[in-house]
């Protein structure tokens, strides 16, 4: 507290604020406490799952074959809930409060009903890892019926939802605070519609869950005689994919966010970025079709309607996004004198500050890796040639491992020094982070789906059949690639160490943040740049020459990998 | 809207269009964002499996 520029003042509602000595912004003292304790308990969920992960990836090395079979399917489960849930979520609802009450100058909305929201998440997701650990839950992240977990598996992550739900109402009740207060005019900023599209997809990704998840854990104590497999699978997709259309909204936020906190970028159009959102709010959620594409029982017109036609508007969105960032970068970068040639702007980007890399990874492997792996993947035929196969998780790992985990990352290192108010340490190994992480997770990403292109299913724990009746051989370079897995894996854990090594050496034992500090070292370059976070408006005449060049780049990859799939598809089936 | 709060003439009244009057509403937002997948995956999605024949 000794860093406060100004003692904490009392606002008329009774909230008590202080005002952020580098960005000028007012910041309500429950909002900066519920940040800090959501990001903390989010890193401790990505060191323990990130662990878990790089055991599995070990096992899956078959030189290594580090774990027995029941372990390599519990720590499966584990690290798909320790990572994907909780990390990504208690993250996300600090975004929601930052995007929130920080973002638009206000208080937040029921601070008590956030720290029992942020209760309720810890003790649900403890509760769930102790139901993994005790080993009765082994039923992968899916937990399909009819596997049964032990009931308080299931209570765990419905406790976990309610909590999450809360949190989520927080965050609109503060948007309904900033408006009658009148701390902002006109409409939000993009940032903060970003993550009010993330809000909305998190109420249907929730009530889902909560429509199949009550009945499930109802089934494991015996009250319930059945589920029927494939209505269990309809229901859970609505919240398994959807809550991966979370992660992509509070991601893009998060880009344009540390676009304009860095660079000054503003939206090329507000309006096309906020029609762009408005897609992912009305389409986004359909594609979870995308995961019955092999299933008898529904149509193919529901199949097709639903990870076709609608979610293909939805991928505009994204596309718009992932033009719209790099051009606003462009036209702020030019804006500050990097005019010479195509790509001076990109060249002369601050790189070594791993906020801004780790943004710039994040739309690199989203788009490239994720992005066009995704739009294949949902499509109906081209589905056969990788379903259930390691192609899977090697899509899902760059999209929400090498997207949205390292642009969460990148914000943090913006956090540290404006909420926690704190310098970072080990400046250097931080420098690093994000390359060293960018690299390994697209190898694991690039080598599972390698692999699956291979026909390398999915959580298997023995690619070599060894105890199998009959056996089967899968072509060498499968278990090149399942080696190459495991070496980038052992990167991506380096890279994921680094984190939680800076971050949490930050957090607890670094130095605060003084006004010296401050002005030697600050963490925006102009105080301008926060005005741009918090603001409505585009930029004015944008040249965007570069830009045009790496989208025309990315169609002619996107194009090209099409259809080579479909070249691959008429040769695993040839018609003639 | 920070474009229009510059002129001294501007009437404050001024019509909101229709697409931006959608956008500032989250909890329109909220409800169309709920009712398009309620609607078109997991109603549509529930109602062809109701309709699957039980096997004798
Ligand atoms: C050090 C970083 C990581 C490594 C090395 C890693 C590696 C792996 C491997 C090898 C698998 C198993 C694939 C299979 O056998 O089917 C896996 C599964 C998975 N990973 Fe990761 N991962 C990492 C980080 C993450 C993160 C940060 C997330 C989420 C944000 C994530 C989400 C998942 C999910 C959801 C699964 C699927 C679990 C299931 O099939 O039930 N991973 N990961
Ligand atoms: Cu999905």
């Not at chain 1, 849930?85 to 409060?97: G, Q, R, S, T």
């Not at chain 1, 056969?384 to 985990?405: D, R």
């Not at chain 1, 926690?420 to 997770?441: D, S």
């Not at chain 1, 890279?495 to 006004?515: I, Q």
């Amino acid at each position: 507290m000794a860093v406060d520029t100004q003692a904490p003042s009392r606002g008329f509602s009774g909230a008590s604020y202080r005002t952020c000595p580098e960005t000028g912004l007012k910041v309500c003292s429950q909002a900066e406490a519920l940040i800090k304790v959501n990001a903390v308990v989010a890193v401790v969920f990505l060191a323990v799952g990130g662990f878990f992960g790089l055991l599995v990836a070990l096992t899956r090395w078959p030189a290594v074959h580090l774990l027995p079979a029941d372990w390599f399917y519990l720590l499966l489960t584990a690290h798909g809930a320790d990572v994907l849930l909780f990390w990504i979520i208690f993250f996300e609802v600090a975004v929601l409060y930052f995007a929130s009450a920080i973002i638009l100058n206000c208080r937040l909305a029921a601070p008590k009903w956030a720290w029992l929201a942020f209760v309720l998440m810890v003790v649900g997701a403890v509760v769930a890892n102790v139901a993994v650990l005790q080993g009765e839950s082994s039923v992968m992240f899916t937990s399909y019926v009819p596997m049964q977990a032990a009931p308080h598996f299931y209570l765990g992550l419905i406790v976990f939802a309610v909590g999450a739900l809360i949190a989520v109402f927080v965050f609109f009740g503060t948007l309904v605070i900033a408006k009658e207060e009148g701390s902002y005019e006109g409409s939000v900023p993009l940032v903060t519609f970003g993550a009010i599209t993330a809000a909305i997809i998190a109420v249907f990704t929730i009530a889902s869950g909560a429509i199949i998840l009550i009945p499930t854990f109802l089934w494991s104590v015996g009250y319930i005689s059945h589920i029927d497999p494939l209505m269990y699978k309809v229901i859970w997709w609505g919240m398994g994919h959807s809550s991966q259309q979370i992660n992509v909204s509070a991601q893009v936020a998060i880009w344009y966010a540390v676009a304009a906190m860095l660079l000054g970028a503003k939206p090329l159009s507000e309006k096309v970025s906020r029609m762009a959102f408005l897609m992912y709010i009305l389409f986004l959620q359909l594609a979870s079709a995308h995961h019955l594409l092999v299933e008898p029982g529904v149509s193919s017109e529901w199949k097709i309607f639903n990870t076709s036609y609608a979610l293909y508007l939805a991928v505009l969105g994204s596309m718009i996004h992932g033009m719209s960032i790099p051009g606003a970068m462009e036209a702020a970068q030019r804006r500050a004198g990097f005019n010479n040639g195509m790509f001076e702007w990109l060249r002369k980007a601050p790189w070594g500050n791993p906020a801004f890399s780790g943004v710039a990874l994040s739309i690199v492997i989203f788009g490239f890796l994720g992005g066009i792996t995704g739009v294949i993947m949902g499509t109906e035929q081209l589905n056969l040639i990788m379903h259930n196969t390691l192609y899977v998780p090697g899509h899902f790992h760059a999209t929400v491992v090498g997207g949205t985990t390292l642009a969460f990352m990148a914000i943090t290192y913006l956090v540290v020094p404006l909420i926690f108010r704190k310098e970072i340490m080990f400046k250097k190994i931080a420098q690093w982070q994000p390359y060293v992480f960018g690299a390994g997770i697209s190898g694991v990403s690039l080598f599972m789906m390698g692999a699956g292109t291979l026909g390398v299913s999915r959580r298997h724990w023995d690619i070599g059949f060894s105890d199998a009746a009959m056996s089967f051989d899968y072509p060498a370079t499968a278990f090149l690639m399942m080696g190459l897995n495991g070496i980038s894996a052992i990167l991506a854990s380096l890279g994921g160490l680094m984190f939680v090594l800076v971050v949490v050496c930050s957090v607890f034992f670094g130095k605060a943040r003084t006004p010296e500090s401050i002005a030697a070292s600050p963490t925006l370059p102009s105080t301008g740049t926060a005005e741009t976070v918090t603001t409505y408006g585009s930029e004015k005449h944008p040249k965007l020459p570069g830009t045009v060049v790496l989208v025309t780049v990315f169609f002619v990859a996107f194009v090209l990998y099409y259809y080579v799939n479909w070249k691959y598809l008429s040769e695993v089936w040839p018609l003639s | 809207m920070s474009e229009q709060g510059t002129g001294s003439g501007g009437a404050p009244e001024e019509r909101v269009p229709a697409m931006q009057r959608l956008l500032d509403n989250p909890f329109l937002l909220l409800f169309m964002g709920v009712a398009s997948p309620a609607a078109l995956y997991l109603l549509w999605g529930v109602m062809e499996l109701s309709q699957i024949p039980i096997a004798q």
